[in-house]
């Protein structure tokens, strides 16, 4: 019962090339049989010739289709020995009994000169195609094992990847919402413009994660959008500036990367509560490569922030090792008064 669905299986990895590849071996296999016959004077018997194909071609694929991969792969190396080595002697003793009982001894006669000869010619091309089979199936194995677990590991980066990109910083979403909360309740005119600029950024959040890049021009967007939510806490406006510049159009970077920087920022920010306060980011690129810095004043009295589930730089970093490995780099400068960050990641393709 377990040999069909492992033969299956195996059937199923091989392509119509190599199909067509093992195809073209046989057959030249085969007439070179039939070529030697004749060479050697002895005539090409059809009994001979399928005797021997049925007991390469049976013991070949037999081995390496379902053998290997049931005894040998499975460490059981005494069962796979013992089967093997009964299909060879099997296999020598079908070849010399078609020679011997139906063929006179023909093959012997005119080339080998005696039965122990060609005795020991079969027993060393069973061997052969049997070492040959195991050779190629365990390496065959092996390589699809490692394209098995590299596709695994892609797919398990990809759905991490997905997961960090959907964290939007709590903190920042809960003041968002304390705040429409507030304008709601004295009816101020600036709640529905609030509450559509929170529904674009989560969209945008939502959507993006299942891109694997975005255009730099789709990120500043919706920094700009980030930024135009956050000044509607207050009634006058705050200092934050955002500049960008370079060859920004058509290039693409890993999705809301930048967004997350600035959201950081923003979480880190004394602004609200600063009159001297303020936030700096700036955008440059250059040729392939992306260069981002967000600066801000702080006060280290409101670094309870951080203890509120924040995701912030740790997720980013975790997003950048994923996405880019050692081609990008973030450094962080935190002072008591100041906070900065500095981006550096190539353009995707």
């Not at 997905?162 to 005119?189: C, D, E, K, M």
């Amino acid at each position: 019962m377990t040999i069909i669905p492992n033969i299956n299986s195996a059937i199923k990895h091989y392509s119509w090339q190599t199909i067509a590849l093992h195809g073209a071996v046989w057959l030249g296999i085969l007439i070179s049989f039939i070529g030697m016959q004749t060479f050697n004077g002895a005539s090409p018997s059809l009994l001979r010739t399928m005797v021997v194909m049925v007991c390469a071609v049976g013991g070949y694929y037999g081995n390496t289709l379902f053998l290997v991969n049931h005894y040998f792969e499975t460490k059981h190396y005494l069962a796979y020995t013992t089967i093997v080595v009964s299909i060879i002697i099997l296999s020598t003793a079908l070849n010399y009994a078609a020679e011997s009982l139906f063929l006179g001894g023909e093959m012997w006669h005119k080339f080998f000169v005696e039965p122990r000869r060609f005795i020991v010619a079969v027993l060393w091309v069973s061997v052969t195609i049997t070492l040959v089979g195991l050779l190629t199936t365990t390496q065959r194995n092996r390589r699809r094992s490692e394209s098995e677990t590299q596709e695994l590991l892609l797919r398990h980066n990809e759905a991490q990847m997905q997961f960090l990109r959907a964290q939007i910083n709590p903190h920042f979403l809960f003041n968002t919402l304390n705040n429409i909360y507030s304008l709601a309740v004295v009816q101020s005119p600036q709640t529905a413009p609030m509450i559509m600029r929170l529904s674009r950024l989560l969209r945008y959040s939502i959507y993006t994660t299942q891109k694997p890049s975005v255009s730099i021009q789709e990120e500043i967007a919706e920094i700009h959008e980030l930024i135009a939510l956050f000044q509607l806490r207050s009634e006058e406006p705050m200092n934050i500036t955002f500049t960008a510049g370079g060859e920004i159009h058509g290039r693409q970077i890993e999705p809301m990367i930048l967004f997350a920087l600035v959201e950081n920022c923003l979480k880190h920010s004394d602004i609200t509560h600063n009159t001297a306060g303020f936030i700096a980011i700036h955008l440059a690129v250059e040729g392939e490569t992306v260069y981002f810095s967000t600066l801000n004043t702080k006060d280290n009295s409101n670094a309870q922030k951080d203890a509120v589930g924040g995701v912030g730089l740790h997720n980013i970093r975790q997003r950048l090792a994923l996405k880019y490995a050692d081609r990008a780099a973030l450094a962080i400068h935190d002072t008591e008064t100041h906070f900065e960050a500095r981006l550096t990641i190539p353009v995707l393709l």
